[in-house]
């Protein structure tokens, strides 16, 4: 994910089935809301994301203006967790 911040034509991105763990999920967080950042599409199944991933996840797609196309399912998320995170 580190990469991904500098690859700036990178439009789409599967990570599913890669357990991302707090910092795997802060640096997703952060290119999801880069700005120099133009993914379009991307996968993140089955990654075990936790409720601190997924809160960020909210905040940072709510400033991407590029992302068209998010699938986290296969995740353990509840309902609740998903409402709060994208209220």
């Given at each position: 994910l580190e990469a991904v911040k500098q690859a700036h034509s990178i439009r789409e991105l599967d990570i599913s089935e890669n357990s991302l763990g707090k910092k795997?999920?802060?640096l997703l967080n952060?290119?999801?809301s880069s700005r120099a950042v133009n993914i379009r599409k991307l996968w993140?199944?089955?990654c075990s994301i936790d409720k601190r991933?997924?809160?960020g996840l909210?905040?940072?797609v709510q400033q991407n203006t590029t992302l068209r196309i998010l699938d986290v399912s296969g995740n353990d998320l509840k309902d609740a967790e998903v409402g709060k995170?994208?209220?």
């Open positions: 795997g999920g802060a952060d290119c999801v993140i199944r089955s991933t997924l809160a909210g905040q940072s995170a994208w209220g």
